[in-house]
């Protein structure tokens, strides 16, 4: 609760300030994510989840020199984990749809007349609006989960966590006049999902994620 408050308190913060003769500039930008939770408990083998990446942001420069910038961004984004059952014969598949807000410190170098490198770091917090848990054929229920009937994850069976809050580890790309590419890691601080697993699966499953994105965007 702690962190969830000083994390709303630093946001509102940031939108409040004022940046004197320096000009805002929104972007938004898209692209795919590729995410796994961590199951300390899984006996099954792990593999990345890709997803989609949508958000909206706006520049906030901090020196005359147009060199360092907070970059507050609302994001829809997807992560997730694909479990292979090897006992059953299959896949099952995990994604939550996360509202994400992401607070990045930037710094750009310049090289040439248009061209940038920016490189920094951040932190996200995110709330859960969606989920989905799907399987390969011939797999009905996986470690006491009922994969073939349409479940929620924020359920009791699953009772994963609506919100989320983590480290932007790293943020590095090119910019290009109004373009950029990025690529992004971020980490989750806090368990996405109950200690124990439900009908008598007695193994820890804590849940942090792991998620890298790619996105391209456009500054106006």
Known sequence: M??????????SALFTCHVRGQALKPFIRGGVTNSWFDSSGATEESMWQAGPYIGIGIKLPLNKW????????????????????????????????????????????????HWRIPFG??????????SKVSATNGITWFRGIPV?????????IIGANRW????RVSTVGVEYR???????FEVGFFP????????????ECYGENCTMSWNIGYSF
């Open 164 to 167: 989320d809050a983590g480290w």
């Open 148 to 156: 073939s009937t349409s479940i929620s994850m924020f359920d009791d």
């Open 66 to 113: 147009r060199s360092l910038f907070i970059e507050p961004t609302l994001a829809a984004i997807s992560k997730g984990d694909v479990y292979k059952a090897d006992k059953a014969g299959g896949r099952v598949s995990f994604s939550i749809w996360y509202l994400e807000t992401q607070l990045d410190f930037i710094y750009r170098i310049k090289i040439g007349k």
């Open 2 to 11: 702690k962190a969830r408050l000083l994390f709303i308190c630093l946001l």
């Open 121 to 130: 770091t951040g932190l996200y917090g995110a709330y859960g609006i969606g």
């Open 192 to 203: 996405q999902f109950s200690s124990r697993m439900p009908h008598g699966y007695n193994q």
């Open 178 to 184: 109004r373009f950029m590419f990025r690529w992004n």
